[in-house]
Nanobody, 120 residues
Framework: QVQLVESGGGLVQAGGSLRLSCAAS????????MGWYRQAPGKQRELVAA???????NYPDSVKGRFTISRDNVKNTVYLQMNSLKPEDTAVYYC??????????????WGQGTQVTVSS
């Protein structure tokens, strides 16, 4: 199991930037996928960025070119750099760790979430 703690959320003007951090309780070197999700009021939780243990990254079109996920295996921390923020980016952002096994099964672990509010 791994404990995840997010930080870095807050209130920012449209067009501004924030960097979210996700600190893990143990080494993330062997964690198959680390990701960031967000959930706005009345909407489904959605993936905004993911990075595999091999360094492959995935972004939806809504954030591509604006958000960047990175991983620091020494600090056991995953970051989400968010630039050119829009009011529609307002949501609670959650850090996720997905551990996969040899049989294509997986287990998900989640942080408590951090609020990002973008004002117009």
């Amino acid at each position: 199991q791994v404990q995840l703690v997010e930080s870095g959320g807050g209130l920012v003007q449209a067009g501004g930037s924030l960097r979210l951090s996700c600190a893990a309780s143990r080494s993330i070197f062997s964690i198959d996928v680390m990701g960031w999700y967000r959930q706005a009021p009345g909407k489904q939780r959605e993936l905004v960025a993911a990075i595999t243990s091999g360094g492959s990254r995935n972004y939806p079109d809504s954030v591509k070119g604006r958000f960047t996920i990175s991983r620091d295996n020494v600090k056991n921390t995953v970051y989400l750099q968010m630039n050119s923020l829009k009011p529609e980016d307002t949501a609670v952002y959650y850090c996720n760790a997905r551990l996969e096994d040899d049989y294509s099964d997986y287990a998900d672990y989640w942080g408590q979430g951090t609020q990002v509010t973008v004002s117009s």
